[in-house]
């Protein structure tokens, strides 16, 4: 099938979504997120997660996914109305109508489309079993990315211990805000109710899943994770797409007893894929994800894609940080295409492009517009550049990628926001961590200077 096949069969399947409701989007009722180490949920990475209060899940360990709050979001998809949590995808179909946001994505996915009437005719308040699982059983990482937090990562945790919260307006490393909502994680080593729920809903679900992921923290450090992938192997699942999330920058031996493990797991499962998380390059990108060695990921990736046939998939979170050398680093995706693409119809490399939400001061537009200009100019042109139209090798951009790069960009030169809080956070991780600023993103020295003197 081409692409082109493809881009008119979600055109098609768009129009069925919209006329169920054009708010509804199945993910609500198929995919969860459950990052087990604090009780938190949602049904995809666009919205904030919420609790699940653990009398639910006690009372009924399918409340996981169940929860009473996730049942109210489905009655207002089905009844039109737009959940708020939901805003990045309005805001993608409100920047241009022809865009194709991700709930018309995620609803059109092979893992939600044939129980598309299910969805729509299941009684909101009742239970349904997902077909797309992913799960954090632990917050232990041995990362520091600029903007996660403490619930997410251990040594977050242990830098906000030692130094305390950050002096912004937000309040995501605040370990007393976080005690307050619930979101403080049990440490890797406690008792969780949460992960004793999750143990016995599995069997209840595992049978009708379709994609089951694993996330953190860092996965690979948590011993929840290696007992799952016992479980797979104790209990086949032909039918089932296995996806391990993992930033490729632990120490070596475990790299190669992981990629041992995925060429084992591929005999119990339908398929395994790996994904890993990157939007820049070099030190630019070691200053954003504090922890990752940007010559370990390169070497780490190519022994993956090497030693196993499977995908790796890169997930980017493009934020302030990251727009200076995005172009550098969608270069670097078409080197590992073109190194390890047999044919253009076989991708094992590809690249989801998303921007950060949260926390609001790592957003791109803190940059003034004159800067978010140059790079989406410089980035649309080398996107177009690799078009599979101006490209005859197997290094190429996909149509569902240019359309992702197309509503970045656009949303790129959106609204300016107050950059105060920005410069407050890089001023404390400069501080803390012993980095420079300008020394590492010599592209924003005029921005930052100014501010200084103004």
Known sequence: MTNEERIEILNQKRIVINNISPSFCSAKWLQTTLYLQNGYNHSCHHPSPHKIPIEEIRENPAALHNSKFKKEQRLKMLNGQRPS???????????????????????????????????????PASDIHPSYLEVSFSNVCNFKCTYCSPEISS????????????PTSTSNHDLIWLKQVGRYPYKHSDDNPYVDAFWKYLPDIYNNLRVLRVTGGEPL???????????????????????????????NKLIDKFIDTVNE????????????????????????RYGLNYAQWVNNINKVLSNTDVNVNIMTTINALSLTTMVEFLNYVMVLREKYNETPAHNRVPVSINYLRWPTHLSVNVLPIEIRTQYRDHILTTSEQWLKYNNTGTARLYLEEWDQVKRFCDYLVTEQQDPTDFFKFIDEIDKRRNTDFVTTFPELKDFYNNAKKA
């Open 85 to 123: 949590e939901c805003d990045y995808c309005w805001k993608i179909e409100d920047l241009n109508k022809d865009y194709f946001s991700d709930r018309h994505y995620k609803t059109s996915d092979y893992w939600a489309w044939d129980r598309l009437e299910e969805c729509a005719k299941t009684d």
């Open 155 to 166: 040594k977050w945790m242990e830098e906000i211990e030692r130094f305390g919260p950050y």
């Open 221 to 251: 450090l948590s011993k929840d994770v290696w007992q799952l992938f016992d479980y797979i192997q104790n209990n086949p699942n032909t039918a089932l797409e296995l996806a391990i999330n993992t930033n490729l920058c632990v120490d």
């Open 265 to 288: 797991l591929k005999k119990y499962v339908k398929r395994v894929d790996v994904y890993t998380s990157l939007e820049s390059t070099g030190q630019q990108a070691e200053y954003s």
